[in-house]
């Protein structure tokens, strides 16, 4: 084979090369979770937290907070929104 070709062919190799790993960060970026992604997370779960203790806490004096008149149902608002947090930690990266 001639010297110009051997040289040809290993820079067009090169050049593959070079493509394919270019190609390589930007699919990393793809699999990388959105930046709200984990404040997000974090907030439902705090939020649900700060909402069952304030169920329970205002629940022996009659307040009912956060929500007057849901009762028991504050419970459950919260527990979902912490399970809601939990649930978003699965799909972070």
């Known amino acids: ?5 051997k040289r040809k062919k290993v820079i067009d190799q090169r050049k593959a090369a070079a493509g394919a790993q270019s190609h390589r960060p930007k699919a990393e970026k793809q699999l990388r979770s959105p930046k709200w992604w984990a404040p997000l997370m974090v907030t439902l779960a705090i939020v ?11 629940a ?5 907070l956060p ?10 608002i919260g527990l979902v929104l912490m399970i809601a947090g939990f649930l978003m930690t699965m799909g972070w990266k």
């Open 1 to 5: 084979m001639p010297e110009s070709k």
């Open 48 to 58: 649900g937290l700060i909402v069952v203790v304030m169920a329970y806490v205002t």
């Open 60 to 64: 022996q004096s009659g307040m009912q």
């Open 67 to 76: 929500i007057p008149g849901a009762g028991n149902w504050n419970l459950l």
